[in-house]
């Protein structure tokens, strides 16, 4: 007598099932598709600008097909603020701006170096200042920019506050985050292109030195604990 299949079933049972593992299996691949393709889109927003950028030269990079990336993304603006959010993203779920991991309570100085070494300083925060100086010529992709990066902000400066162990809600406080913030990003926009490979590390050696000094001083972050 034969035996049957273990896996035999309803051939109408069976058929769903492969039918589901098609499904997950599409879905699985639609999202390492939309992956890759925002890696490769921030990739080149970072090595050749935004304004160089095209949909083949990001398909190449990708792997993928043009039609694959129209068909995750229909327009370009689309993809753009996409490949913005995987950005914003992976930032969120890295230490110390992971919620499920915890905040630590750091001095000024201390925290200059995890904000330089998490967020500007990686190649790829080139790709965001790409994007924050095409939001100024374009309503429609500046706006959901803006929209992506105001949740993002908001959510940075009150863990950072909260790091410092300082008000979330002063004035003082959010004063304070900004210049550290435009300190950081100057020196990103300025290691970009200086021949010293050194020359930001060594700026940012001295901007913590004053940090330093500062919190010696009784004004430093004076009443916004």
Partial sequence: MALKNKDSGPPQATAEMQLARKRRTQAERSSDTRKRVCQATLQALTEIGYERISTQDIANRANVSRGAITHQFPTRNELIVAAFEYLINSWESEWPFDITQGHPSLKADELIDVLWDKLFAPDKYMASLELMLAARLDDDLGRNL????????????????????????????????????????GLAVHKSFDSEQNAARKMLE????????????????????
């Fill in 146 to 185: 803006r929209n992506a990066m105001s949740r993002w902000t908001t959510k940075r400066d009150n863990i950072i506050a909260e790091i410092l162990g300082v008000a979330q809600d002063s004035e003082r406080t959010r004063t304070f985050i900004q210049i550290n913030l435009c300190m950081l990003r």
């Fill in 206 to 225: 001295q901007w913590k030195e004053i940090l330093r000094e500062l919190a010696k001083s009784d004004q430093f972050l004076k009443g916004v604990t």
